[in-house]
Protein backbone atom coordinates (compact mmCIF):
# COMPACT_ATOMS: atom_id res chain seq x y z
CA UNK A 1 0.00 0.00 0.00
CA UNK A 2 2.97 2.18 0.75
CA UNK A 3 6.35 2.61 -0.39
CA UNK A 4 8.20 5.81 1.30
CA UNK A 5 6.46 4.87 4.84
CA UNK A 6 5.28 1.58 6.79
CA UNK A 7 2.58 1.31 8.69
CA UNK A 8 2.32 -1.91 11.65
CA UNK A 9 -0.63 -1.83 14.60
CA UNK A 10 0.12 -4.27 17.20
CA UNK A 11 -2.60 -6.62 19.50
CA UNK A 12 -2.87 -3.43 21.69
CA UNK A 13 -3.89 -1.29 18.86
CA UNK A 14 -0.82 0.64 18.89
CA UNK A 15 0.42 1.61 15.45
CA UNK A 16 3.81 2.71 14.75
CA UNK A 17 3.90 4.68 11.32
CA UNK A 18 7.61 4.63 10.23
CA UNK A 19 9.08 7.05 6.99
CA UNK A 20 11.20 4.76 5.15
CA UNK A 21 13.67 7.13 2.56
CA UNK A 22 16.74 6.29 4.81
CA UNK A 23 18.67 6.57 1.65
CA UNK A 24 17.52 10.03 1.87
CA UNK A 25 17.47 10.61 5.43
CA UNK A 26 13.65 10.53 5.38
CA UNK A 27 13.73 14.07 3.42
CA UNK A 28 9.78 14.50 2.46
CA UNK A 29 9.25 14.03 -1.26
CA UNK A 30 5.93 14.63 -3.19
CA UNK A 31 5.35 10.55 -2.35
CA UNK A 32 5.69 10.41 1.41
CA UNK A 33 3.79 13.67 1.76
CA UNK A 34 1.21 11.86 -0.21
CA UNK A 35 1.26 8.54 1.68
CA UNK A 36 1.78 10.03 5.01
CA UNK A 37 -1.64 12.12 4.46
CA UNK A 38 -3.40 8.92 3.23
CA UNK A 39 -1.84 6.97 6.37
CA UNK A 40 -3.50 10.05 8.75
CA UNK A 41 -6.26 9.25 7.41
CA UNK A 42 -6.22 5.27 7.55
CA UNK A 43 -5.41 5.48 11.59
CA UNK A 44 -8.02 8.10 11.95
CA UNK A 45 -11.20 5.92 10.59
CA UNK A 46 -9.56 2.78 12.35
CA UNK A 47 -11.48 2.03 15.64
CA UNK A 48 -8.73 -0.79 16.73
CA UNK A 49 -5.81 2.10 16.59
CA UNK A 50 -5.46 3.39 20.19
CA UNK A 51 -1.96 5.47 19.96
CA UNK A 52 0.41 6.16 17.20
CA UNK A 53 3.87 6.30 17.14
CA UNK A 54 5.51 8.71 14.79
CA UNK A 55 9.01 7.03 13.97
CA UNK A 56 11.90 6.66 11.10
CA UNK A 57 14.46 4.43 9.91
CA UNK A 58 18.33 5.21 9.68
CA UNK A 59 20.42 7.54 11.21
CA UNK A 60 18.01 10.68 10.19
CA UNK A 61 14.87 11.35 11.41
CA UNK A 62 13.54 13.79 8.48
CA UNK A 63 16.00 15.87 6.78
CA UNK A 64 12.68 18.08 5.98
CA UNK A 65 11.05 18.72 2.41
CA UNK A 66 13.16 16.88 -0.36
CA UNK A 67 15.21 19.81 -2.21
CA UNK A 68 14.70 17.89 -5.68
CA UNK A 69 10.91 18.26 -5.16
CA UNK A 70 10.90 21.85 -4.49
CA UNK A 71 13.06 22.49 -7.54
CA UNK A 72 11.02 21.41 -9.91
CA UNK A 73 8.98 24.21 -8.64
CA UNK A 74 10.96 26.78 -9.75
CA UNK A 75 9.96 26.44 -12.99
CA UNK A 76 6.58 25.56 -12.60
CA UNK A 77 3.05 27.74 -13.42
CA UNK A 78 1.88 29.68 -9.96
CA UNK A 79 -1.02 27.27 -9.62
CA UNK A 80 1.43 24.13 -9.83
CA UNK A 81 3.12 25.68 -6.84
CA UNK A 82 0.59 26.67 -4.92
CA UNK A 83 -0.78 22.73 -5.64
CA UNK A 84 2.05 21.54 -4.59
CA UNK A 85 2.60 23.45 -1.49
CA UNK A 86 -0.36 22.65 0.07
CA UNK A 87 0.44 19.02 -0.49
CA UNK A 88 2.72 19.71 2.48
CA UNK A 89 0.70 21.91 4.00
CA UNK A 90 -2.73 19.75 4.14
CA UNK A 91 -0.46 16.65 5.49
CA UNK A 92 0.47 18.71 8.16
CA UNK A 93 -2.61 19.17 9.11
CA UNK A 94 -3.82 15.64 8.79
CA UNK A 95 -1.55 14.52 11.03
CA UNK A 96 -2.01 17.59 13.87
CA UNK A 97 -5.98 16.95 13.82
CA UNK A 98 -5.11 13.04 13.68
CA UNK A 99 -8.15 11.86 16.49
CA UNK A 100 -5.48 9.50 18.63
CA UNK A 101 -2.17 10.21 20.45
CA UNK A 102 0.61 10.92 17.99
CA UNK A 103 3.78 9.99 20.05
CA UNK A 104 7.01 11.06 18.23
CA UNK A 105 10.33 9.14 18.28
CA UNK A 106 13.03 10.83 17.14
CA UNK A 107 16.27 8.71 17.06
CA UNK A 108 18.05 11.30 14.47
CA UNK A 109 18.41 14.80 13.25
CA UNK A 110 15.28 16.66 12.33
CA UNK A 111 16.12 19.78 9.96
CA UNK A 112 13.22 21.93 8.51
CA UNK A 113 10.38 19.95 7.33
CA UNK A 114 11.41 17.31 10.28
CA UNK A 115 11.37 19.73 13.26
CA UNK A 116 7.85 20.39 11.48
CA UNK A 117 6.79 16.66 11.59
CA UNK A 118 7.54 16.56 15.48
CA UNK A 119 5.74 19.76 15.90
CA UNK A 120 2.46 17.98 15.28
CA UNK A 121 3.10 15.75 17.65
CA UNK A 122 0.76 15.21 21.01
CA UNK A 123 4.44 14.34 22.95
CA UNK A 124 7.75 14.18 21.50
CA UNK A 125 10.96 11.82 22.68
CA UNK A 126 13.99 12.66 21.29
CA UNK A 127 17.67 10.66 21.68
CA UNK A 128 20.47 12.74 23.18
CA UNK A 129 22.55 12.76 20.03
CA UNK A 130 20.01 14.34 17.84
CA UNK A 131 20.20 17.65 15.94
CA UNK A 132 18.19 20.04 15.46
CA UNK A 133 17.79 22.95 13.39
CA UNK A 134 14.95 25.26 11.08
CA UNK A 135 16.98 25.22 7.88
CA UNK A 136 15.39 27.24 5.61
CA UNK A 137 16.59 30.52 5.30
CA UNK A 138 20.13 29.09 4.98
CA UNK A 139 18.28 27.89 1.41
CA UNK A 140 16.64 30.87 0.21
CA UNK A 141 13.10 29.54 1.80
CA UNK A 142 11.37 29.60 4.84
CA UNK A 143 9.66 27.67 6.92
CA UNK A 144 5.80 28.55 6.12
CA UNK A 145 3.58 25.13 6.29
CA UNK A 146 5.36 24.15 8.59
CA UNK A 147 5.14 27.93 10.68
CA UNK A 148 1.99 27.31 12.47
CA UNK A 149 2.95 24.32 14.02
CA UNK A 150 6.61 24.93 14.90
CA UNK A 151 5.35 28.25 16.96
CA UNK A 152 2.51 26.53 18.74
CA UNK A 153 4.32 23.93 19.96
CA UNK A 154 7.54 26.44 20.89
CA UNK A 155 5.50 29.57 21.65
CA UNK A 156 6.69 32.70 20.09
CA UNK A 157 9.57 33.78 22.27
CA UNK A 158 10.99 30.57 22.18
CA UNK A 159 10.82 30.03 18.38
CA UNK A 160 11.99 33.41 17.75
CA UNK A 161 15.60 31.79 19.22
CA UNK A 162 15.59 29.56 16.30
CA UNK A 163 12.78 29.94 13.60
CA UNK A 164 15.10 32.40 11.29
CA UNK A 165 18.50 32.51 12.07
CA UNK A 166 18.84 28.54 10.62
CA UNK A 167 21.45 27.51 13.31
CA UNK A 168 21.58 23.86 15.02
CA UNK A 169 20.68 22.78 18.61
CA UNK A 170 20.99 20.19 20.53
CA UNK A 171 18.17 17.53 22.18
CA UNK A 172 18.91 19.91 25.55
CA UNK A 173 18.02 23.04 24.01
CA UNK A 174 14.86 21.46 22.06
CA UNK A 175 13.60 20.14 25.60
CA UNK A 176 14.17 23.91 26.87
CA UNK A 177 12.55 25.38 23.50
CA UNK A 178 9.56 22.64 24.16
CA UNK A 179 9.78 20.98 20.99
CA UNK A 180 11.38 17.75 22.75
CA UNK A 181 9.23 16.37 26.25
CA UNK A 182 12.40 14.51 27.05
CA UNK A 183 15.94 13.12 25.48
CA UNK A 184 17.17 10.03 26.20
CA UNK A 185 19.98 7.51 25.52
CA UNK A 186 19.15 6.67 22.48
CA UNK A 187 19.33 2.79 23.83
CA UNK A 188 16.70 3.99 26.15
CA UNK A 189 14.35 5.39 23.41
CA UNK A 190 12.24 2.81 23.36
CA UNK A 191 11.72 2.41 26.92
CA UNK A 192 10.47 5.91 27.21
CA UNK A 193 8.00 5.90 24.40
CA UNK A 194 6.09 3.09 25.67
CA UNK A 195 5.88 5.00 29.03
CA UNK A 196 4.35 7.98 27.04
CA UNK A 197 2.11 5.24 25.44
CA UNK A 198 1.16 2.88 27.67
CA UNK A 199 -1.53 5.47 30.02
CA UNK A 200 -3.63 5.69 26.97
CA UNK A 201 -4.01 2.08 26.65
CA UNK A 202 -5.97 2.99 30.36
CA UNK A 203 -8.42 5.87 28.57
CA UNK A 204 -11.47 5.82 26.41
CA UNK A 205 -10.73 6.22 23.05
CA UNK A 206 -13.08 8.26 21.90
CA UNK A 207 -12.77 10.81 25.33
CA UNK A 208 -9.10 11.02 24.39
CA UNK A 209 -10.06 12.11 20.39
CA UNK A 210 -12.83 14.56 22.02
CA UNK A 211 -10.18 15.84 24.89
CA UNK A 212 -7.70 16.39 22.32
CA UNK A 213 -9.60 18.33 20.30
CA UNK A 214 -10.99 20.49 22.64
CA UNK A 215 -7.31 21.21 23.61
CA UNK A 216 -6.66 22.42 20.07
CA UNK A 217 -9.36 24.75 20.47
CA UNK A 218 -7.61 26.41 23.33
CA UNK A 219 -4.56 27.32 21.39
CA UNK A 220 -3.35 28.87 18.56
CA UNK A 221 -6.19 28.87 15.58
CA UNK A 222 -4.52 26.65 12.82
CA UNK A 223 -7.79 27.36 10.82
CA UNK A 224 -8.48 27.24 6.87
CA UNK A 225 -7.16 30.84 6.56
CA UNK A 226 -3.63 30.27 8.62
CA UNK A 227 -3.15 27.29 6.43
CA UNK A 228 -3.87 29.18 2.81
CA UNK A 229 -1.28 31.76 4.44
CA UNK A 230 1.67 29.30 4.89
CA UNK A 231 0.95 27.85 0.78
CA UNK A 232 0.93 31.13 -0.52
CA UNK A 233 3.66 32.24 0.95
CA UNK A 234 5.79 28.93 0.81
CA UNK A 235 4.90 29.03 -3.06
CA UNK A 236 6.13 32.63 -3.33
CA UNK A 237 9.04 32.02 -2.15
CA UNK A 238 9.56 29.17 -4.19
CA UNK A 239 9.50 31.78 -7.29
CA UNK A 240 11.91 33.66 -5.46
CA UNK A 241 15.42 34.27 -6.71
CA UNK A 242 17.03 33.66 -3.25
CA UNK A 243 15.40 29.98 -3.47
CA UNK A 244 16.78 29.71 -6.56
CA UNK A 245 20.35 30.40 -5.39
CA UNK A 246 20.19 28.53 -2.08
CA UNK A 247 18.43 25.27 -3.53
CA UNK A 248 21.64 25.23 -6.54
CA UNK A 249 24.18 26.16 -4.05
CA UNK A 250 23.37 23.11 -2.06
CA UNK A 251 23.23 20.63 -5.00
CA UNK A 252 26.57 22.63 -6.17
CA UNK A 253 27.87 21.99 -3.12
CA UNK A 254 28.88 25.69 -3.00
CA UNK A 255 28.07 28.60 -0.65
CA UNK A 256 25.34 30.52 -1.71
CA UNK A 257 26.01 34.51 -2.71
CA UNK A 258 25.07 35.67 0.44
CA UNK A 259 27.23 33.41 2.76
CA UNK A 260 29.86 35.10 4.75
CA UNK A 261 33.63 33.82 4.98
Given at each position: ??????????????????????????????????????????????????????AARGK???????????????????????????????????????????????????????VGMMS????????????????????GLIPA?????????????????????????????????????????????????????????????????????????????????????????????????????????????????????
Amino acid sequence: MFETIRLKTDARGVATLTLAREEKHNALSAQMIAELRGAARVLGADEGCRVVVLAARGKTFCAGGDLGWMREQFDADAETRNREAAKLAHMLHALNTLPKPLIGRVQGNAFGGGVGMMSVCDVVIGAEGAQFALTETRLGLIPATIGPYVAARMGEACARRVFMSGRRFGAQEAVSLGLLARAVPEAALDEAVEAEVAPYLDCAPGAVAAAKALLRGFGPQIDGAVIAGTIDALAATWAGDEAREGIAAFFDRRKPGWQQG
